[in-house]
């Protein structure tokens, strides 16, 4: 979550928005919205298609999501945290653990 916000302070955006989206009992998603500054029309929603245990790590796979988008190529995976670390490494291997929803 906090890639996403640094990336947004550099590049001069909109800070991201988080919203809850529906999920089963017990379980959490989240997407993130980044406002695109001159468009709102040009806004792009991340989404995974999974559900989480926790409600942290939804807003944290969404911006997962959204730093894939921007900055597929950098080595996120030197700095983040396990499990994220993981699921950062899995977009690179072909085999991802987290897929974008699908509208």
């Not at 919203?19 to 379980?27: H, Q, S, T």
């Not at 695109?36 to 040009?42: F, H, S, W, Y």
Request: net charge positive; with cysteine.
């Amino acid at each position: 979550k906090q890639l996403l916000h640094n990336f947004s302070q550099k590049e001069k955006r909109p800070k991201p928005q988080y919203n809850f989206k529906r999920a089963p009992k017990g379980k959490w998603r989240s997407e993130v919205i980044m406002s695109d500054p001159k468009d709102k029309t040009k806004d792009l929603k991340f989404c995974p298609s999974e559900s989480c245990e926790h409600k942290s790590h939804s807003d944290h796979y969404s911006a997962l999501l959204a730093l894939l988008h921007f900055q597929p190529s950098l080595p996120h995976e030197k700095i983040l945290p396990s499990p994220f670390r993981e699921v950062w490494m899995s977009f690179s291997s072909g085999t991802p653990q987290l897929t974008p929803e699908r509208a």
